[in-house]
């Protein structure tokens, strides 16, 4: 009843192109749409169980011993339920795929703004009246803030080098050796970060705003000290996560704490400041790259170090050189990652972590290599394209980018571009162009889900989520493609861990992971079909609700003859990852104006060319895109979480404050994809395109900054102070 496989060679399974029934790939609406922009889709914080309280979390002044000198006071005061300073409450490590983390407690805190009490009331303005009256002593430990003010932790694992790159910097006729920094940032998700939970003495019930609930099932599970079994988490809907929401957050914990001590259901939201301070950010990086070059511009070494941070015993690091493994040739290579431990909040995954702020800063490397070498940027590109993975030596399983350049020259009018800087003008305005080459590793993980064939239709289940991305729309176009249902037969229902577990939201891995498990379900159910047919798989076709095989021709519905049938699908990663190198490719191309008087920078015109394997809603992934590439105009621009010098609180913990780019901000974009199949990533061939846009998107728009005025900016976002 289930198929297995795992990744671990090319066409593990026969190509289906040929039984195509149209539906997969084609731009298809979102079934979960309507129910979207008419407010029936229930988000986390919109469940009201019957008794339900409301739990507001206190948060840290400061860093250091925490005590509350009037707790019982605000105990007692009118509606207030209980005070909850569970140490369980906040974990340490929001950050996900991980069945355990660390958890921290509520009597240190370790940096300004982490949760040190849940006040719980029988109305939400009791809780937060009384979460305000709560006193918070500090007894101040001065704890390093500053990422370049410690000796930063050199993990062996994270370090990797190849031939003499000091000897290749010394003997090439171009180099390239600067620092570029990036500022810490927030994933913004438009939805705060909420829970409702219900206890009902043996199963605990979360409503809450999360990417994996495989992973985040286990983690709640062992913070309040339950079997997994006895814990359900549901998440049919989540607006954003953007990485904020991979791993189980103290909203989740505390409520489900508060719900199993007090026996009524307790609703936890956070607030925007809340999201700001007490969720993952992306950590602040300093990168140092070195490009050592022929005299055409042909890369002969690479060095890309970074120095990122996060709290004291944290396992993630920002993996910035993530690309940089395999993106551009050179026999001599340097690449690592140093970890300053400072006491800000927690560093995670943020949107493409790794490329989003490394292909950034490689890709201004490379222009400025282009700018050194007198060759256009996007021929300096095509010159150092590797003809095999340049770290292991394995083939590409497929490799794009040189035909993302090309369509995006072509489309942008690339062609004729003079290379100089400051070259045109329009009143108070420089006008230029710059570009960058998108790269994102790509993988398969473990996923499972499960489809039920009955006379009316087809039903698609996994836990897996669906943040915004289009999860319910590309699940309903697998099956429907391989069963020859129309997709209005065809429901998804996703977000609940009492379904069959899929891959989660996280790393682009979701649509490829968990729609080949679904695919491998709908495989299924085509062979008990042609079992029932008394036919071979391979002569079965299936359209429009009918089965025909050789002259046999039957509607499901008499096949099935009202018994429904289940197939299940579970996908696995073999060793592909270790024959080939899988990754997606990209090409950015941007033109801005910058102002002569007051330093601002404006969007003219932005393009994107992408490869991620096969395509399966062409409106979706190009969403996708669209959303990557308006990130790359925040990270370029505007965005910066700002941490104050004396303590390292976030100063502008607001989407006022946090400038994240909006509608006024966005030029048009025209995205184009290059479908692909490509045989290594399962027999869907599909790729990861969720995070493919945001990397080098920001490269593009600070080279064309460059181009424009002549600006060679190293530390982003290009905010008018620093482009003057
Ligand atoms: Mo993503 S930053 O792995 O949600």
Known sequence: MTIEMKIDGPETVNRTDDMAQGVLGRDSARPD?????????????????????????????????????????VRAMPGVRAVLRDARMVRNAAQGMADEA????????????????????????????????????????????????VEPEVPEAKQSSQGDLDAAMRNAALTIDADYTTSSMNSAAMEPHA????????????????????????????????????????????????????????????????AMELGQPVRVVQHRRNVFEVNTRRSETRQRIRLAADADGRLIGLGH???????????????????????????????????????????????????AVGVTASEVAMDELAYAAGVDPVELRLRNIPEEDPERGVPFSSHRLKAALLDGAERFGWSGRPMAPRQRREGEWWIGTGMAAAFRVNMVVEAQARIRLHGAGAVVETDMTDIGTGSYAIFQQVAAELLGLPLAQTEVRLGDTALPPGSGSGGSVGAASTGTAVWLAAMELRRQIAARLGCDEAELTLKDGTATAGNTRQDLADIL???ELTGTGHVKPGDAAEKVRQATYGAHFAEVAVNDVTGEVRMRRMQGTFS????????TARSQCHGGMIWGIGMALTETMTHDRRDGHVVNRD??????????????????????????????????????????????????????????????????????
């Open 102 to 149: 660390p958890v921290q407690g509520v009597d240190e805190a370790a940096y300004v703004g982490q949760p040190i009490a849940l006040v719980v009331a029988e109305t939400f303005e009791q809780a937060r009246h009384a979460a305000q009256r709560l006193e918070v002593a500090i007894e101040r430990t001065d704890l390093p803030i500053d990422p370049d003010a």
């Open 305 to 355: 170090e970074a120095l990122v941070s996060n709290l004291p015993e944290e396992t993630f690091a920002e993996p910035v050189v993530q690309a940089s493994h395999f993106a551009y040739p050179g026999a001599a290579r340097t690449l690592g990652i140093r970890i300053a431990r400072i006491h800000r909040p927690a560093a995670g995954s943020v949107r493409a972590p790794g490329e």
């Open 195 to 258: 829970a409702v939970a219900e206890w009902d003495g043996t199963t605990l019930t979360l409503r809450g705003a999360l990417q994996m609930l495989r992973f985040n099932r286990n983690e709640l599970a062992d913070s309040v000290g339950l079997s997994a079994e006895h814990v359900r988490i549901l998440a049919p809907y989540v607006g954003g996560g953007f990485g904020s929401k991979l791993g189980i957050s103290a909203d989740c914990v505390a409520a489900a704490l508060a």
């Open 33 to 73: 749409g309507l129910a979207k922009a008419t407010g029936r889709a229930t988000y986390a914080a919109e469940a009201h169980p019957e008794g339900m309280l409301h739990g507001v979390l206190r948060r840290a002044p400061g860093i250091g011993a925490v005590r509350c000198p009037n707790l019982e006071a």
């Open 655 to 724: 989407l006022a404050e946090y400038h994240v780019p909006v509608n006024a901000d966005v030029p048009p974009l025209d995205v184009h994809l290059l479908e692909e199949r490509d045989p290594w990533a399962g027999p869907m061939q599909a790729k990861g395109i969720g995070e493919l846009g945001i990397c080098g998107a920001a490269g593009a728009i600070l080279n064309a900054i460059h181009h424009a005025c002549g600006a060679r900016l190293r530390d982003f976002p290009a905010t008018p102070d620093r482009v003057l």
């Open 561 to 563: 003859s009202g018994a």
């Open 612 to 619: 991620a394997g096969r395509i399966l809603n062409r409106r």
